[in-house]
């Protein structure tokens, strides 16, 4: 189809609306007359009358683009999203909705999101992001729900030197009633009711806590959660160095110097008596180089025996746990407690590296000597004087 149009105007109106379509700038003529008795428009094709224009009516002649430049454009419009459905290719008016926009209910939402340019000449161009977002309220009648997300985009841990920390990466989110509770995310898990499995690991995945009493009035008290953990423990036992107070550098459960301490999961014990974080209390952690360094409040010498428990990021396998603990109490008189905890490396899904299965069949012949696991790697090739 043409874009080339033609018409009749007359100078009865003094604002003419040419056509729907935007026109082609420089095209537009009448006949008879020239720009100094009227002015167009091309973006929303209207044309102006001026006084020195002679009454009558002229034919005019011009070309339009296929679409009305200026008009806002969407695929959808934005209150077909609210207010309409289709069902079976038809749309729907849905009842009682109405011009009302959407409606968080009792959920109370705040936070904020932020995206930032850097760029330098010796640099390229980094785009960062940064989202922190906080839900709180009932969803449906009676089910409470809290949840924070934060995502800074920065893979560095916080600074040790606070009792407090500041998190920078963290999904959580808690349902939860009067009579249970769940947790989905990033979550630590601390136990310490029980004499022979107390433990504190930072996890991700799901917790389940729920209190129910019986009829004869007995309470039962159940605690589970599967998750993946995010490091692995050690623990390292030394002898402090006559007046240093550090950096010690810290090893992993190999004798690794390189790794991250996951942050907050560190206990330090200085003769058995466990120290506290902070520049004006015992010790301060870099989380990111795994050094400690003592406050002269703790003051280091050569009989000093110092004990550093932690988690570090070790991600050479997939590490699960399982836990799980119920207890059940008769008349607050007698408390019968049973747990299970679990926590292993799911030994057929490596991370970092593959085995074939020569590779997976020489290690299960090893002996316990650790000297004995050398696999050879090295392949023969043929001299070429063309390569380096």
């Known amino acids: 189809m043409s874009n080339f149009r033609s018409k009749l105007i007359s100078t009865e109106s003094k604002v003419i609306q040419i056509d729907t379509l935007s026109i082609v700038p420089g095209t537009f003529t009448i006949n008879g007359l020239n720009t100094i008795h009227y002015s167009v428009d091309p973006l929303s094709s209207l044309l102006k009358w001026k006084e020195t224009a ?24 934005f209150d077909s999203v609210f207010n309409r459905t289709a069902i079976a290719g038809a749309p729907m008016l849905r009842s009682g909705w109405g011009d009302k926009k959407m409606d968080g209910g009792k959920l109370t939402t705040n936070g904020s999101l932020g995206r930032s340019l850097a760029f330098g000449n ?47 990466d963290r999904v959580y989110i808690q349902f939860s009633k009067p009579q249970w509770k769940v947790l989905a995310g990033d979550l630590d898990i601390r136990q310490s009711g029980l004499h022979y499995l107390n433990f504190y690991k930072r996890l991700q995945g799901v917790s389940f806590e729920s209190t129910t009493r019986t009829a004869s009035g007995n309470d039962n008290h159940l605690i589970a959660s599967g998750a993946i953990a995010k490091g692995k423990f050690t623990r390292n036992v030394f002898q402090g160095v006559e007046g240093n107070q550090g950096p010690y550098r810290l090893k992993g ?3 690794e110097l390189f790794f991250i301490v996951l942050a907050g999961t560190e206990r ?34 050569k009989d000093k025996r110092i004990q550093v428990e932690f988690e570090y990021a070790d991600r050479n396998y997939l590490n699960s746990q399982l836990f799980a603990v119920n207890r059940y109490s008769v008349n607050k008189r007698l408390d019968v407690t049973l747990g299970v905890y679990s926590n292993t490396d799911a030994k057929n899904s490596p991370i970092n590296q593959t085995l074939n299965a020569p590779q997976k069949n020489f290690l299960s012949e090893l002996p316990d000597a650790v000297t004995n696991a050398l696999y050879p790697s090295a392949l023969p090739d043929t001299f070429s004087r063309s390569a380096i």
């Not at 010790?283 to 002269?296: D, G, L, Q």
């Open 253 to 255: 459960a190999n004798q």
């Open 268 to 301: 330090v014990f200085i003769d058995g008596e466990m120290m506290q974080r902070g520049e004006d209390q015992d010790y301060v952690i870099n989380y990111n180089t795994a050094e400690i360094t003592f406050m002269p409040k703790q003051m280091i010498t």
């Open 54 to 77: 002679p009454r009558g009516t002229y034919s005019c002649t011009y070309r339009v683009f296929s679409f009305r430049l200026g008009s806002p454009a969407r695929s959808l419009s």
């Open 122 to 168: 010796r640099q390229d161009a980094v785009l960062n992001s940064s989202l922190n977002l906080q839900l709180s309220g009932y969803i449906g009648d009676s089910i409470l729900l809290n949840a924070a997300i934060s995502d800074n985009n920065i893979p560095i841990q916080p600074d040790g030197n606070t009792q407090q920390l500041n998190e920078f």
